[in-house]
C-alpha cells in the first residue's frame, strides 16, 4: 500500500516536472536578460542570484532594478513590489480550491512557487492539483529562474565594458514592449498609464517628491482612479 502511494506521488511529481518544462524553456530568456540588466545595474552576482531565488517574480525584479537605477529607497522598492503582485493573493486563493487536502505547511511552501505561468498552467489541469504536482510544476520553473539569471550574469560580465553600459537602455525598451501591446487591446490600459504617466510628473516636478515614492503612489491613485471609471462603466452598462 504504501509501495503505491510513493509510486503515486512520484508520478504526479514527474507530470508536475513535464508540465513545468515550457515555462523553464519561457523563462530562459527573460531570466538570462535580467541577469545581464543586474549586472549593469551595479549587483553582484550573489545579490542577482539572491533577489531571483528570494523575490521570484520576473516583472518586480525588472522594476527593481530600474528603482535601484534612479536611488531609490529599499523601503518603496518593497512597497512598489508588493503593490504589483498583490495579485498573487487572488490567484493561491483561486488554486487553493482546486487543490487536494494536504497539510498547511506543504500548501505554504509550493504557494511561493505560484507565478502567473505556473498558476495557468495548474488551473488549466483537468481534475484537482496534488501538492507533489506542484512542487515539480514550481521547482522546474525556479530553478530555471535562478540559473539563468545567474548565467546571464555571468555572461554580461564577459562582455565589453561599454556594451554593459548601454545595455541599460534595454530595462526601458522591454517595459515598453510589454507596454505597447496591451494599449493596443484595450482603451483602459491607455488610461492607465496616461493617468499614471502624468501622475508621476507632478509628484516629481512640481511637489518634488522622490522618485521612488513618485512612483509609488503613481501606481495606487492611477490604479484608484481607474477603478472607479470601470465600476462606473459596468452600471452604466447594467442600467
Avoid at 550574469?153 to 522591454?174: C, D, F, I, K, N
Amino acid at each position: 500500500m504504501e509501495t503505491t502511494l510513493a509510486a503515486g506521488k512520484s508520478s504526479q511529481f514527474r507530470q508536475g516536472v513535464q508540465a513545468g518544462v515550457t515555462i523553464a524553456i519561457g523563462y530562459m530568456p527573460i531570466a538570462l536578460t535580467f541577469g545581464l540588466l543586474a549586472k549593469t545595474t551595479g549587483l553582484t552576482l550573489a545579490e542577482t542570484i539572491m533577489m531571483s531565488a528570494i523575490v521570484y517574480a520576473g516583472a518586480s525584479q525588472y522594476i527593481a532594478l530600474n528603482l535601484l537605477t534612479i536611488g531609490t529607497g529599499a523601503f518603496e522598492i518593497v512597497l512598489t513590489t508588493f503593490i504589483l503582485n498583490i495579485r498573487h493573493f487572488l490567484m493561491s486563493a483561486s488554486l487553493n480550491e482546486k487543490a487536494e487536502p494536504d497539510v498547511l505547511w506543504k500548501k505554504a511552501l509550493y504557494a511561493f512557487g505560484i507565478t502567473d505561468e505556473t498558476f495557468s498552467v495548474a488551473a488549466m489541469k483537468e481534475g484537482t492539483v496534488s501538492s507533489p504536482y506542484m512542487f515539480g510544476l514550481g521547482l522546474t520553473a525556479y530553478g530555471s529562474w535562478v540559473i539563468n539569471s545567474a548565467i546571464g550574469y555571468v555572461v554580461g560580465a564577459s562582455l565589453p565594458q561599454s556594451l554593459q553600459e548601454s545595455m541599460s537602455v534595454a530595462l526601458y525598451a522591454m517595459f515598453i514592449g510589454l507596454l505597447v501591446p496591451a494599449l493596443k487591446k484595450q482603451r483602459k490600459t491607455i488610461l492607465l498609464a496616461g493617468m499614471a504617466a502624468v501622475i508621476n510628473s507632478i509628484c516629481t516636478l512640481f511637489l518634488h517628491v522622490s522618485k521612488g515614492w513618485s512612483v509609488v503612489i503613481a501606481t495606487l491613485v492611477a490604479a484608484m482612479i481607474g477603478q472607479c471609471f470601470v465600476k462606473e462603466s459596468e452600471e452604466a452598462q447594467n442600467e
